[in-house]
């Protein structure tokens, strides 16, 4: 099993994507750092307004998002579902990148998140407690789209 140290290592490595996604499209942004960097990673300005962007990574391409419930079970420490503030999630795969408007998918967890199966991983900060929802249903449901690697 990875250590919390190197997939803390592997999400620094990926700002430089979501960087260059950033620069590619002609918005200015502000990479947070510090306490403010867990409520949102970046601060994008599009058309002369700012958005707060979080940025997701998975090492695997998957046909779902993953939720974080709970941070750490040990602790019962709120996952990022319920502290973000940001506007927008980018979520990127190897192969595969979402945008996931943060607003209609908290509402779709508090009214629809309990027929989805809880999954737990043992990656980042400790056991976490999470629901994947397939993609499939996100786009229907106009809560993300996915963007394609190689048109942006």
């Known amino acids: 099993m990875k250590t919390k140290e190197e997939f803390f290592a592997f999400e620094k490595k990926h700002r430089k994507f979501f960087d260059d996604y950033y620069k590619k499209k002609g918005w200015n942004f502000?990479?947070?750092?510090?306490?403010?960097?867990?409520?949102?990673?970046?601060?994008?300005e599009i058309d002369g307004k700012k958005w707060?962007?979080?940025?997701?990574?998975?090492?695997?391409?998957?046909?779902?998002l993953l939720v974080e419930l709970v941070q750490?079970?040990?602790?019962?420490?709120?996952?990022w579902?319920?502290?973000?503030e940001a506007d927008y999630i980018l979520y990127s795969m190897p192969s595969d990148f979402y945008v996931v408007t943060?607003?209609?998918?908290?509402?779709y967890v508090r009214n629809y998140g309990s027929k989805y199966c809880f999954i737990?991983?043992?990656?980042?900060?400790g056991k976490t407690l999470n629901i994947a929802i397939p993609w499939n249903i996100l786009i229907d449901l106009k809560i993300a789209r996915k963007i394609l690697k190689e048109s942006y």
């Open 72 to 79: 750490d079970t040990a602790t019962n420490s709120p996952g």
């Open 30 to 44: 502000q990479r947070i750092t510090g306490k403010e960097n867990k409520r949102f990673n970046s601060l994008v």
């Open 120 to 125: 737990i991983s043992e990656k980042g900060w």
């Open 52 to 64: 707060k962007f979080e940025e997701k990574v998975r090492s695997a391409n998957y046909n779902d």
């Open 102 to 107: 943060l607003g209609k998918l908290k509402n």
């Open 81 to 84: 579902l319920y502290y973000c």
